[in-house]
């Protein structure tokens, strides 16, 4: 089965789905949308280190992407507001990638593959990495699930229940880095803040809770990845995008359906 | 009551809670940056009391509160917290995003789950038992606090820290609101330290009232420092009609029942 490049796909794309779901969520209550993008864009960076120093592309970018993660929180309050230095840091790690690609003459990339993914080329190999990033960061939002939601929903009430509001920002911080390190492959740089964000706003609207939204979200990633990969087959379009545009496609039926049902009930009641 | 006015001479110096205390400030001093927001506070709150801290804005009310609960480091001084304090903290007010879906129920799990019977008890107490099932952006301000009141119940406190809890409150539902809280310290027997701007109410339902402007700048019972000058130089004319308040309110029943034919 692992040998059909479209079942390697499927698998690498309901991994990466069911891994950004959930911290999605947590990347819209906390209006992180920026840092997800941020990473994301600094992961080119990580990508072309990756390449000078001879490291895995993994390592590469989880490594950038957390001195970023660090980098930004650091210096937040400290005179800038967190959305210009995550523009300073997002841009300048993109372009500094950029350039940084163009000095590795001796391995032949393909940056493209960076930008927009390539799900179609994921190895074996890949698919162990995307599922045990997506496993390891799954475990974390269970494990730190109640705390997670409480330093969400306000940090003097996490403090007053012992639960460190610094402590949980890192944790996802960290599966965040995991999350983009790992999608890389499969949706690219430029649509991993998609797939985080959109899958989760779709969801919104049905949930009522916190685990709904989700749960619903995860349902959305995966029918986002694995329909668009299908979509992309068939179509011949460049599959990252095109996952992305389904997901789009899915949140727009979400918010017809769910105005269409508010108007009703107006008429009705 | 509290250390500093202690007349059995115990020493300010003491490092241990050694007279019952559930927690105790040692020269508690907070500064951002350079400026001072809280200097060489000393308090002990004890079991069963309700303590209310008053003072103009800026004068680190909620700075001490969050110094107690850990939400802000000393710059200098000392929290010593007993092993019996347990903190049951309600904010002064709790924004939720849009995007962030909440019933009453999930809220009041977070960040421990209860057993349903001790979950419909809380909501009793707090007078929110029909609110089970609400969400969470649908309540309003008046709802919204007898929620955030009973998750703080749902931990056992023996501390209950409510920091202006009444805001947005009309004058009946504050009154209804110190009213509870006395309910509540009656049957748990914790002890109550709340913010407050409501200088009437405060003088009825405290035991204690601390007067903080950065520093402490007088306290005791409430008649006491109704009748400071430091109170006066603080609240000015609000201050004036809230001793006048006092007065009437702790008039005999008798006078109370004529006052109310007369009115």
Redesign the interface.
């Known amino acids: 089965m692992l040998d059909d490049f479209l079942w390697r796909a499927a698998l690498a794309g309901l991994g990466v789905g069911l891994a950004a779901a959930p911290l999605g969520c947590f990347v819209?209550?906390?209006?992180m949308a920026y840092f997800g993008d941020a990473t994301a864009h600094a992961a080119i960076l990580g990508v072309a280190l990756a390449l000078l120093w001879n490291l895995s592309i993994f390592a590469g970018v989880m490594g950038v992407a957390l001195l970023m993660a660090f980098c930004v929180s650091t210096l937040s309050g400290k005179g800038y507001a967190m959305d210009t230095l995550l523009g300073v840091v997002a841009h300048s790690a993109l372009a500094i990638g950029l350039v940084a690609v163009s000095f590795v003459s001796s391995v032949r990339i393909d940056l493209h593959a960076y930008l927009f993914g390539d799900i179609l080329a994921v190895g074996k190999i890949d698919l162990a990495v995307i599922w045990t990033g997506a496993v390891l960061v799954i475990s974390l939002m269970v494990w730190r699930w109640?705390?997670l939601?409480?330093a969400?929903?306000?940090?003097?009430?996490?403090?007053?229940?012992?639960?460190n509001p610094r402590r949980e920002q890192l944790v996802l911080t960290v599966a965040l880095a995991i999350v983009v390190a790992v999608a890389l492959k499969v949706v690219g740089a430029l649509l991993i803040a998609a797939l985080l964000i959109i899958p989760a706003?779709t969801a919104?609207p049905f949930?009522?809770?916190?685990?709904?939204?989700a749960l619903i979200a995860a349902m959305m990633a995966m029918a986002a990845t694995t329909g668009g990969l299908r979509a992309a087959y068939l179509f011949d379009t460049p599959t990252g995008p095109t996952i992305v545009s389904l997901a789009a496609v899915l949140f727009i039926l979400a918010m017809l359906v769910t105005q269409s049902w508010r108007f009703l009930c107006q008429r009705g009641g | 009551m509290f250390s500093r006015l202690s007349t059995k001479g115990i020493p300010e110096s003491c490092t241990s809670l050694t007279d019952n205390a559930l927690v105790r400030t040692d020269q508690l001093t907070v500064r951002f940056g350079q400026q001072p927001a809280l200097e060489n506070i000393n308090l002990s709150l004890k079991p069963g009391q309700i303590v209310t801290l008053i003072g103009p804005n800026g004068s680190g009310k909620s700075t001490l509160v969050?110094a107690l609960?850990?939400?802000i480091k000393p710059s200098a001084g000392r929290i010593i917290r007993s092993q019996h304090l347990k903190?049951?903290?309600v904010?002064q007010r709790?924004?939720?995003?849009p995007?962030?879906?909440?019933?009453v129920h999930?809220?009041i799990n977070?960040?421990?789950?209860h057993a349903s019977h001790d979950i419909a008890e809380a909501l009793e107490q707090a007078g929110a038992e029909h609110l089970l099932n609400a969400?969470m952006n649908h309540l309003s301000g008046g709802q919204l606090q007898r929620v955030l009141l009973a998750r703080a119940l749902l931990?056992r406190p023996s501390l209950l820290?409510l920091d202006e809890a009444t805001q947005g409150l009309d004058h009946r539902g504050v009154a209804e609101f110190y009213q509870r809280i006395e309910q509540i310290r009656q049957r748990s027997q914790c002890a109550v330290l709340m913010v407050s701007h409501d200088l009437h109410v405060v003088m009825r339902t405290a035991d204690h009232v601390i007067c903080l402007n950065r520093h402490v700048c007088c306290e005791g019972q409430p008649e006491k420092v109704a009748a400071s000058p430091q109170y006066h130089a603080l609240f000015g004319d609000q201050a004036a009609s809230t001793l006048a308040f006092y007065r009437h309110q702790h008039a005999s029943p008798q006078d109370k029942e004529r006052l109310r034919h007369a009115g």
């Open positions: 819209v209550w906390r209006r109640q705390a939601l409480t969400t929903l306000n940090e003097e009430l996490a403090y007053a229940s012992h639960i706003a919104r949930s009522r809770t916190p685990e709904q939204m | 969050k609960i850990g939400a903190i049951g903290y904010p709790l924004h939720l995003d995007t962030f879906p909440m019933t999930r809220f977070l960040p421990k789950r969400a931990s820290l």
